[in-house]
């Protein structure tokens, strides 16, 4: 059986635990630099406060409704997040970290019975050890324990944020309650399709000819198909083997310019190379893409991405800086306005498994260097040491307004505790 | 023993979590704190404390058994000095135990944290002081109350 374990309002959570009075009181996080609500507990959402709602536009609502504002606080989601996954691994070894939140896991050999009291006991050990709530949905598939991750949640009182999917009978009734666009994984283009067709539950999708969902869907669609009748087609993913690393992000406003761009790029090739370090591998491909804004009227919509397959694997930001700014000169035209940029990084192979070759260029020198950045990075925080290519004054640009302490990483951070 | 006392010029360097997002690590704690037992012998012949070269002691090991529960919080008062606790004190905090009777607890009541000996008598709880100019404090069902963690170790810089 598959299990999607997900903290629930995870963010908020986190602030939570290291201030109890906030409790009930609504909470809204944002993005970086203080831009935009990426989070919200369950009142703030009751208030009406929606995700990406810009700050300052909500500034007034913020106070007037008491809704507690936070900047992200990366340092601490990373720890409280580390610390849940690692309790989960307790119970079972077979785990596949999704997002931050939320995980996979897989469970063999336990009678219905034996794993309901099994994931009780995980539940109550992760509330207890970090203070974070999590929920709990379990089925055959993995896309069916989404499914039922999603009834845990949405009716705590009932199922205690545990459900399982434990028949033939729960299964029909859970994809008769889910609508077709909350199918994990189905895509807005299918979803328009499927709803113009009159379709609205996962239940009427499910009983779709297979010819046809190949045919309108391709595989990946049948797939879905198959997972909702749960018949299993998706693993649990390696965890060390990603398949590709990508650094992508939508861009404040549309941008033309090409030192702009180049320096976005270069900074997400960077940002590719610190999570290539970090889990001790390399890539032999680096894919640079750049889109313009699909939503705007009245010009085209162009997307163009290039892909340089390296001489050598390598995770060395000096390298991949200098690739990626090649295969970006073979795609930036001047006359667009672009919105979202992206690196992604393939081909990914173990750091110790590197071959080293007699006729390339690799400079040595880079693997020390790159430690020696990321350990001074990591001690004195993110971004203290740049390159080149980056936007200095970034630093000093990040709008961090509301920030919350490193209660849990950061000795001159942790709790108060009044002994008067 | 309850309490210890260590010396602690390092503590900065105690990095307690390496975390990254896409995959996994078991914490490791014990990585930055290890402090050698056997000394150089500069004598001529083999010493025989060579082959324990590696044995150490390793306090995060020592006193810390459950690494993905434990915080730290700082002491601000002086209302726990005869339990050793004293104003800047450094609690390493286990939110994994269950309290006992008179445990010596992290709780959060009506607002901010403090630290108590919990007491439990008959159907009332009491936050018990270590020191006497102060009072034992009553916990009603009225209260916003949670026993946060319970206290395991206090550290101390001495100089």
């Known amino acids: 059986m598959f299990a999607l374990v997900d903290c629930n309002n995870f963010y908020a959570s986190c602030e939570r635990v290291f201030n109890p009075s906030l409790r009930e009181v609504p ?104 203070g974070i709530p999590i929920s709990i949905g379990v089925a055959e598939t993995k896309t069916l324990s989404k499914v039922a991750n999603r009834i845990a949640k949405k009716f705590p009182k009932h199922t205690g944020g545990i459900y399982i999917i434990k028949n033939e009978e729960l299964r029909l009734k859970a994809l008769k309650w889910l609508s077709i666009g909350d199918i994990w994984g189905i895509g807005r283009q299918h979803q328009k399709r499927l709803e113009a067709l009159g379709l609205q539950k996962a239940y009427e999708f499910a009983q779709l000819n297979d010819d046809w969902v190949r045919k309108h869907m391709t595989v990946v669609g049948l797939r ?54 970090r889990q001790d591998s390399c890539c032999q491909s680096i894919h640079v893409f750049l889109k313009s804004n699909r939503f705007r009227e009245n010009t085209t919509y162009h997307s163009r991405g290039f892909t340089v397959q390296l001489p050598y694997p390598t995770n060395s930001s000096l ?51 790159m430690k020696k950045i990321d350990a001074l990075n990591e001690s004195y925080g993110k971004h203290t040491i740049k390159f080149g290519n980056q936007d200095l004054k970034h630093r000093w640009k990040m709008r961090q307004n509301h920030l919350s302490q490193n209660y849990s990483t950061k000795l001159t951070d942790v709790i108060e505790i009044k002994a008067d | 023993m309850e309490f210890i006392l260590i010396l602690f010029s390092t503590l900065e360097e105690l990095t307690f979590m390496r975390t990254t997002l896409t995959h996994i690590k078991k914490i490791e704690l014990s990585k930055s704190l290890v402090l050698p037992l056997a000394e150089k012998i500069t004598a001529g012949f083999p010493s025989p404390a060579e082959d324990f070269l590696d044995l150490s002691i390793d306090l995060n090991k020592e006193f810390i058994k459950h690494p993905n529960a434990t915080f730290f919080g700082k002491v601000s008062g002086d209302s726990m000095i005869d339990a050793g606790l004293n104003d800047g004190d450094l609690l390493i905090i286990d939110k994994s135990l269950e309290p006992k009777n008179n445990s010596i607890a992290v709780c959060f009541l009506d607002g901010e944290f403090t630290v108590k000996r919990v007491l439990c008598e008959k159907d009332k709880l009491w936050l018990v002081a270590e020191n006497k100019n102060y009072q034992p404090i009553p916990v009603y069902p009225e209260n916003d109350f949670v026993i946060w963690g319970i206290v395991t170790t206090v550290i101390k810089k001495i100089s």
């Open chain 1, 319 to 369: 390298d991949l800086v200098k690739f990626a700014k090649k295969a970006l000169h073979q795609i930036y035209k001047q006359d667009i306005s672009y919105k979202k940029a992206g690196v992604i990084v393939s081909r990914i192979t173990p750091e110790n498994e590197k071959q080293t070759s007699l006729f390339t260029e690799e400079n040595p020198k880079h693997f020390p260097l």
């Open chain 1, 224 to 277: 879905l198909k198959k997972e909702l009748e749960g018949e299993q087609t998706l693993g649990l993913e390696g965890i060390t083997n990603k398949k590709a690393i990508a650094t992508t992000r939508s861009f404040d406003y549309e941008y033309k310019d090409l030192d702009y761009i180049t320096e976005r790029i270069c900074s997400y090739a960077i940002i590719c190379g610190e999570k290539l370090r």
């Open chain 1, 27 to 130: 909470i809204a996080i944002l993005s970086n630099n203080d831009g935009c609500v990426i989070a919200r507990s369950n009142e703030a959402k009751a208030l009406g406060i929606p995700m990406g709602a810009p700050a300052f536009k909500f500034e007034k609502i913020f106070k007037q409704k008491n809704i507690k504002v936070f900047s992200s606080n990366y340092a601490l989601y990373g720890d409280m997040s580390a610390r849940v996954m690692n309790i989960l691994s307790e119970f079972t070894p077979d785990i596949e970290i999704y997002s931050i939140d939320e995980s996979f896991l897989y469970f063999k050999g336990y009678d219905k019975i034996g794993l309901e009291k099994h994931l009780q006991k995980m539940k109550k050990t992760v509330e207890k050890s970090t």
